[in-house]
């Protein structure tokens, strides 16, 4: 995978992050916190990164794969965190969104 490509879509992901908030912002104060949404996502991915990292090695002999070394199934690893903390944390706060605003009806 090219890595320019790689950051270029992060930084991408993190100005749609940047802008979704700032939109819903106004209009959505009351609820979970922006800090208790990233907690909340780091605490999943961690976990979903372990049961990843050792999935990794069980599965892919099951399936005829070469199992990756550890550095390359941590890079990995990493490269599917970094996607999934954006797209946690947006769902969160867009389900925060909602929630506040079926509450001020």
Known sequence: MNWLVFWGSCGILLMLTTTLYGALYKRARAGQSVWGSVMEAWTNITIGFSIN?????????????????????????????????????????????????RRSV
């Open 53 to 101: 990292f050792i999935a990794n090695i069980l599965i892919f002999p099951l399936a005829g794969y070469e199992v990756p070394d550890a550095s390359t199934n941590f890079w990995m690893g990493c490269t599917y965190t970094g996607i999934s903390v954006f797209r946690l944390l947006i769902i969160r706060r867009l389900f925060n969104y909602y929630e506040v605003l």
